[in-house]
C-alpha cells in the first residue's frame, strides 16, 4: 500500500511570496488533515476534510492560508503572502473511513523556509 | 486550548535500559491517546495507542500506562535500542474533537550503544 505522497519536499521563499504544497493521501482514505510542525514543537492541525467538505479549520490563519481538496482526493495547501513565522514543516496525513481507530497516517512532509 | 503536556523535552538512556516519557492531559472528552515516533525527515508513525477503558497496553517492548483520574499516560520503552534514537510524541483526540490530534511538544530520545 503506498503511503501519503508529499511535494515538494523543501521549499525556499522570500516573505510575502506564495507557495503551494500538495497531498495525495492514501487510496480510499475519506479524511484529510494537514499540519504545521514548527521546529522542536508537536504537529498542530490547520485544517481537516471529510471527503471534500471542510470538518475543521479553527486554527487555520484564513487572512492568509487556503486549502482546497477537490473531488474528495488530492489536496492543495496555499499560503499568500507568507510571513517569516511561516517557515514550518507542513505534514499531510489521512485516515480511513470505516474503523473509529483514529490512526492517522503521514506524509513525510514540506519543509518550507521563508527568507 | 486544551493541551496535552509532555516531559521530559530530551532523554538519554543507555542500550538495554528503559525509556519513560510522560504525559498529562486537561481535556476529559479525550478516549484515544496515540504515542507517534518520528525520524529525522519523515513524518511522524503511529507506535501505540490507548483508550481510556484500560490502564496499560503492551506491544512488544513498547508499553502505555494510564491513569485517568491523574489524566496521565506514560510511554514505556524496555530494552531501549539505538534504533529507537527519534522524537517520540504523545497526542489525544476523543469527543467534539474527535479527529483533532492534540499533540504534546516531542521528546528526543537517544539511546547510546
Known amino acids: 500500500e503506498a503511503g501519503v505522497a508529499q511535494s515538494p519536499r523543501y521549499k525556499i521563499i522570500e516573505k510575502r511570496q506564495s507557495v503551494a504544497f500538495w497531498c495525495n493521501p492514501i487510496?480510499?482514505?475519506?479524511?484529510l488533515y494537514w499540519y504545521q510542525q514548527i521546529l522542536g514543537q508537536g504537529p498542530k492541525l490547520l485544517i481537516q476534510f471529510q471527503n471534500n467538505g471542510v470538518v475543521d479549520d479553527s486554527q487555520l490563519p484564513k487572512d492568509r492560508f487556503s486549502a482546497e481538496r477537490l473531488k474528495g482526493v488530492d489536496s492543495t495547501l496555499k499560503i499568500q503572502p507568507a510571513k517569516l513565522e511561516d517557515s514550518a514543516v507542513y505534514l499531510c496525513a489521512s485516515s480511513p473511513p470505516w474503523q473509529r481507530t483514529d490512526t492517522q497516517y503521514f506524509g513525510p512532509g514540506t519543509r518550507l523556509t521563508v527568507l | 486550548q486544551q493541551q496535552v503536556k509532555q516531559s521530559p523535552q530530551s532523554l538519554i538512556v543507555q542500550k538495554g535500559g528503559i525509556s519513560i516519557i510522560n504525559c498529562a492531559y486537561e481535556?476529559?472528552?479525550?478516549?484515544?491517546f496515540p504515542w507517534y515516533q518520528q525520524f529525522p525527515g519523515k513524518g511522524p508513525a503511529l507506535l501505540i495507542a490507548?483508550?481510556?477503558?484500560?490502564s496499560e497496553k503492551k506491544e512488544g517492548r513498547f508499553t502505555i500506562s494510564f491513569n485517568k483520574s491523574a489524566k496521565q499516560f506514560s510511554l514505556h520503552i524496555m530494552d531501549s535500542q539505538p534504533g529507537d534514537s527519534a522524537t517520540y510524541f504523545c497526542a489525544g483526540t476523543g469527543g467534539t474533537s474527535y479527529g483533532k490530534l492534540t499533540f504534546g511538544q516531542g521528546t528526543i530520545l537517544t539511546v547510546h550503544p
Open positions: 490507548i483508550r481510556p477503558d484500560v
Open positions: 481535556n476529559t472528552a479525550f478516549d484515544y
Open positions: 487510496s480510499g482514505h475519506a479524511t
